[in-house]
C-alpha cells in the first residue's frame, strides 16, 4: 500500500489530524494498535478551549458539539470552607470553555471519517516504523496473520504516552524531561445532575477533589488517592463520603448521588519529548508530552499540535513549501512548555503532597488568597484555563 502521510494512533490527536487532511485533499491512512470499540469506549477529560472547538468545526465533525456541548463561563477553586469564582469571560474580554467529553469528540470524528471513506485499520499488531531518517519512509504491521507494508511520505506518531513512535527514536536524539506527582485521581461518572453549573477544583486538608461533568444529567467526580490505591477498594459510597469531606458543606450539599458506571485511578504526571520531529517522522499529542489532568490541557493541547502539524503538511503538499514542517516542533514545543507550566502549577497550588509540611500550605493559601484579591492574578490563571493563543 501506499499513502502520502501515515497516522499512527486513533485517538484525538490522529483522527484530528486525518479529518483535516482528508478535507484538504491530502491521502492519509490511520493504523491503530487497539479496537474500534476499545477507542470509542476510553473515558478521558473534556474541557474544550475555543482553539479546539475551532479545529473542531474546520474537520466537519462539530455538529454535535456546537448543538450538546455546554459552554462555562467561570470555575469555582474552593479552599478552607468557601469558594472563589474565576471569571473567566470577564477576565479574558468574552473567552469560555466547552464541557464536551473526550469520548464524544472521538466519536463524531471516527464517524465522520468512516462517512467520508477514510481509510483507518484497527486491530494492527507489531506496528513498526522504518525508515524515517531517509527520503523513503515506510511502517509495517500484522493483522490476521499476515505481514503489512504501508510506504508513505510522512509519518506522525500519534499514538499516545505508550505508543511505537516516540520509542522507535535513537535514544541520543531525542530529550526527555518529567516529573512524576506521588498521587493519582480516582475518577467516577455517574447519571446524577451535577453539583454545581460550573467546575469546582477544591483544595482540602485530605487531598484535592474535582466536580466536573458530562451533561445537565452526567457527572464526573474526582478525588486524589494513593497511588498504591485500587479502584475495586473504594465502593460508591466510600467515593461519595469522601468527595462530600472535601466539599465547601453548601457544594457537599448539593452532590447528588448515585451508582456510578465508570471508576478508575489515573497516575499524574508531567512529560515533554524534544524535539518533536525526526526527519519524516512527527510526534503529536500525548506521544510527545503528558499534562497531570488539573488543567484540563492533554486534549487541547493534543488539538495545537495538529493545528502546527496540519499547517506544515498543507504547506508542504498544496504550496511546496517546507517552513512549517520545519517550523513543527518549535511552534508545538513553545506553545506546549506554556500549558506544562500551568498544569504543573495548578496540580501544585491544589494537592496534598506527602513531602509538604505547614509551610507548604501556607503557601498554597496565600496564592489562593492572591488569586481571590487581585485581577491580575485572576486573570493569569484565566487566560492560561481558556487557552493561550495558537
Ligand atoms: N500502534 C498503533 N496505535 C497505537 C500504538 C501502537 N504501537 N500504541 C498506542 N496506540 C494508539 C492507542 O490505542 C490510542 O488509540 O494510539 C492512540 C493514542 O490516543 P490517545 O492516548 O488518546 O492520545 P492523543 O490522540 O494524543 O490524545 C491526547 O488528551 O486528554 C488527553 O491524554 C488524554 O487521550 C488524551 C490526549
Ligand atoms: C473532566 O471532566 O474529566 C475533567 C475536567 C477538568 C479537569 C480534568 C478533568 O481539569
Known amino acids: 500500500m501506499r499513502t502520502q502521510v501515515v497516522i499512527v494512533g486513533s485517538g484525538p490527536a490522529g483522527l484530528l489530524l486525518g479529518q483535516l487532511l482528508g478535507n484538504a485533499g491530502i491521502q492519509s491512512i490511520i493504523v491503530e494498535r487497539a479496537s474500534r470499540d476499545y477507542v470509542l469506549n476510553r473515558v478521558r477529560a473534556g474541557v474544550l478551549e475555543e482553539g479546539t472547538m475551532a479545529l473542531m468545526r474546520q474537520s466537519g465533525a462539530g455538529g454535535r458539539m456546537d448543538a450538546e456541548g455546554l459552554l462555562h463561563n467561570g470555575f469555582s477553586l ?68 499476515s505481514g503489512h507494508r504501508i510506504d508513505c511520505d510522512f509519518i ?8 511505537v513512535s516516540r520509542a522507535s527514536v535513537p535514544e541520543n536524539a531525542i530529550t526527555t524531561y518529567e516529573r512524576i506527582y506521588p498521587f493519582g485521581w480516582l475518577g467516577i461518572l455517574a447519571d446524577v445532575p451535577p453539583a454545581s453549573d460550573e467546575l469546582i477544583y477544591a483544595n482540602h486538608t485530605r487531598g484535592f477533589a474535582l466536580c466536573s461533568m458530562r451533561s445537565h444529567t452526567r457527572s464526573r467526580y474526582y478525588v486524589q488517592c494513593g497511588l498504591d490505591e485500587k479502584a475495586e477498594a473504594w465502593t460508591d459510597d466510600r467515593f ?78 498544496l504550496e511546496k513549501s517546507s517552513a512549517g514542517l520545519d517550523a513543527y516542533s518549535t511552534r508545538a514545543l513553545t506553545r506546549v512548555w506554556k500549558a506544562v507550566r500551568f498544569s504543573w502549577s495548578m496540580t501544585m497550588l491544589l494537592h496534598r503532597f506527602p513531602e509538604h509540611g505547614d509551610f507548604d500550605r501556607k503557601i498554597q493559601e496565600a496564592e489562593l488568597d492572591y488569586l481571590s484579591d487581585s485581577v491580575a492574578a485572576s486573570t493569569v490563571m484565566a487566560e492560561n484555563y481558556v487557552g493561550l493563543p495558537l
Not at 471519517?113 to 485499520?121: F, H, K, T, V, Y
Open 78 to 145: 474552593a479552599f478552607n470552607g468557601r469558594s472563589q469564582r474565576i471569571d473567566l469571560a470577564g477576565l479574558t474580554g468574552g473567552k469560555h470553555v466547552m464541557v464536551y467529553g473526550q469520548t464524544e469528540l472521538t466519536k463524531d470524528l471516527m464517524e465522520k471519517r468512516e462517512a467520508d471513506g477514510l481509510q483507518s485499520i484497527f486491530n494492527a499488531e507489531a506496528v513498526e516504523l522504518h525508515d524515517f531518517d531517509s527520503d523513503h519512509p515506510h511502517v509495517t504491521y500484522q493483522k490476521d496473520g
Open 156 to 163: 506522525v506518531g500519534c499514538d499516545g504516552g505508550h505508543g
Open 240 to 317: 461519595w463520603d469522601e468527595l462530600r469531606r472535601r466539599l465547601p458543606q453548601e457544594v457537599a450539599d448539593a452532590v447528588v448521588t448515585g451508582p456510578s458506571f465508570e471508576k478508575s485511578i489515573a497516575p499524574l504526571r508531567s512529560f515533554v519529548a524534544e524535539p518533536l520531529r525526526f526527519g519524516r517522522l512527527f510526534l503529536a499529542g500525548d506521544s510527545g508530552h503528558i499534562v497531570p489532568p488539573t488543567g484540563a490541557k492533554g486534549l487541547n493541547l493534543a488539538a495545537s499540535d495538529v493545528h502546527y502539524m496540519f499547517a506544515g503538511l498543507s504547506e508542504h503538499y
